[in-house]
Every structure is written in structure tokens, then in C-alpha cells.
């Protein structure tokens, strides 16, 4: 964020796109790794001599792992202080992990989150859980006006912007056109696993598509229910919710037509 083009926040400059995931290191090269890693966090900032040191590591070898952790944005190197610095000549360099580096490290945010709303149905029961859910939603689609006339540019437009702020809110939405209609596809949650759980969450999404949208949607597939894409279908003409409409509508089974299960 804020960085000039070509400079990846290391010092180090970039060629091009670059990856945040790390080159593949399989067996005794990604336990090396990750003892590197693991060192960086308890230790860092840290030389490579003294990576080494503890790990019993060539020169050569530990600067090839800091090499390949820099150019995956996982860590970053500087320069030792004048009083870090041992005899005389340059300040030798020192490593730690970035903000990137850290988060690719195990967490409990799932369980934290899945343990939080059990307490609250406990205490306010589903009423709670859905009236939360409600509220999550409407942060990110916070200033989305409901669409203004039920005609196909305008339901489409509304959809695109729908679709812009869930992926600000890191859910990679993205539309397509699919016959008489346009799809929202959100290619990632970032509240899956606790979605398993807690089907309001996807709940109260179907319904915020539908108050904006004042149409009926259809859900076709979620991540949660472990498709590739969370998929919702929305027709570009008003269509009117019945008693004998149902709110959702699942794939038929064996039905070969794209409902997001596969990339385009």
C-alpha cells in the first residue's frame, strides 16, 4: 500500500507480478524452511551468520531460503544498528518476517469466531445469530442504494457495484453474463468454515442481494457446501417472490449447465 511501482516494501525491486505464496520446498528443504521461518519469528531481526549458527546451515544455503521468503513478500531485510554491528566494515543485514509472513502462520481466527457466535446463540439465541449476520452484511454493502428502476442496465449496474464491495471486503466477486441473467461469483470467503456452521451468514447475503436488487436471486452453490465459488443467480428483469417460489433454489442433480462450480 502506498509503495511506488517496481518496489515490493523489502528494498528489494520487482520485475512484474509477483506471487505471495511461497516456491514449492518439500520435504528436508521445507523443514529447513521452516525452521528458518520459525527462527525469524522468535528471533528476528536476525543475520543470516547467526541463522545459520543455530541451525547448522551453510552460508549459501540459509541465503537461499531468505532469498526466496523476500521475493514471496514473507520477509524482509535491513541493515544492524551501529551498536549491533561486530568489528569493523558494513552493518550486516538483518532479517525478520513481514505482515505477510506472519499471517501464512497458523491462527485460531475460525475457532475464535465459530466459539463467539455459539456464545451469542446461547445467550440470544437464532434471533441473535441472524440479527448479527444481518448486520455484517449491511457493513459491506453500507452505502448501496437499492436499484432505482427493475430494468435489465439498471439491475446489471446494481449487481456490478454489489459485486465491487464484496470484493473490497476480500470476497474476489466478480459477475458474468449467463443467459437472461448475470451471476455474482464470489471466488473466496473468508468466513467458510464458520459458515458451515452458520448458515445465516450466507442467509443474510441472499436477502441483502434481494432487498437491493428487489428480485428474486438464486443461490446456485456456496463454498461453505464445498463448491469452488459461492454463485448467486440474479434474472435482469423484476421477477415477483410467490408463496411457491422458493428462496432458494438448489442445482438439480446431474444438471450439466455452468452453476460457478467451474472457471470460465
Known amino acids: 500500500m502506498g509503495l511506488r511501482a517496481g518496489e515490493d516494501g523489502t528494498g528489494r525491486k520487482t520485475t512484474g507480478a509477483r506471487s505471495s505464496a511461497l516456491p514449492a520446498a518439500t520435504g528436508h528443504e521445507g523443514q529447513t524452511r521452516a525452521a528458518i521461518v520459525q527462527l525469524l519469528l522468535e528471533e528476528g531481526p536476525i543475520t543470516a551468520t547467526a541463522i545459520g549458527t543455530a541451525l547448522g546451515l551453510a552460508p549459501a544455503g540459509v541465503r537461499r531460503?531468505?532469498?526466496?521468503l523476500i521475493d514471496a513478500g514473507q520477509a524482509r531485510a535491513g541493515r544492524s544498528a551501529p551498536w549491533q554491528q561486530k568489528g569493523r566494515g558494513r552493518p550486516a543485514k538483518q532479517y525478520q518476517l513481514t505482515a505477510?509472513?506472519?499471517?501464512n502462520l497458523g491462527h485460531a481466527y475460525d475457532d475464535l469466531a465459530g466459539?463467539?457466535?455459539r456464545q451469542l446463540g446461547?445467550?440470544?439465541?437464532?434471533?441473535?445469530?441472524?440479527a448479527f449476520a444481518?448486520?455484517?452484511?449491511?457493513?459491506?454493502?453500507?452505502?448501496?442504494?437499492?436499484?432505482a428502476e427493475h430494468t435489465a442496465p439498471q439491475i446489471e449496474a446494481k449487481v456490478?457495484?454489489?459485486?465491487?464491495?464484496?470484493?473490497e471486503a476480500g470476497f474476489a466477486a466478480t459477475t458474468r453474463q449467463v443467459g437472461a441473467g448475470v451471476q455474482i461469483c464470489q471466488?473466496?470467503?473468508p468466513v467458510a468454515h464458520v459458515a458451515e456452521e452458520f448458515p445465516q451468514l450466507c442467509d443474510a447475503e441472499l436477502?441483502?442481494?434481494r432487498d437491493l436488487l428487489g428480485t428474486h436471486v438464486q443461490r446456485l452453490a456456496t463454498i461453505a457446501n464445498g463448491d469452488c465459488a459461492c454463485t448467486t443467480h440474479v434474472p435482469l428483469v423484476a421477477v415477483q417472490k410467490t408463496a411457491s417460489t422458493p428462496s432458494v433454489a438448489q442445482p438439480a442433480a446431474g444438471r450439466t449447465n455452468d452453476s460457478g462450480r467451474s472457471a470460465e
Open 65 to 68: 531460503h531468505l532469498d526466496a
Open 100 to 103: 505477510a509472513g506472519r499471517g
Open 115 to 117: 466459539a463467539a457466535i
Open 122 to 130: 446461547e445467550i440470544g439465541g437464532d434471533a441473535a445469530i441472524a
Open 134 to 147: 444481518r448486520k455484517r452484511v449491511r457493513v459491506i454493502v453500507d452505502g448501496i442504494e437499492p436499484v
Open 160 to 167: 456490478s457495484e454489489i459485486a465491487e464491495a464484496f470484493a
Open 187 to 189: 471466488h473466496h470467503c
Open 207 to 209: 436477502d441483502a442481494f
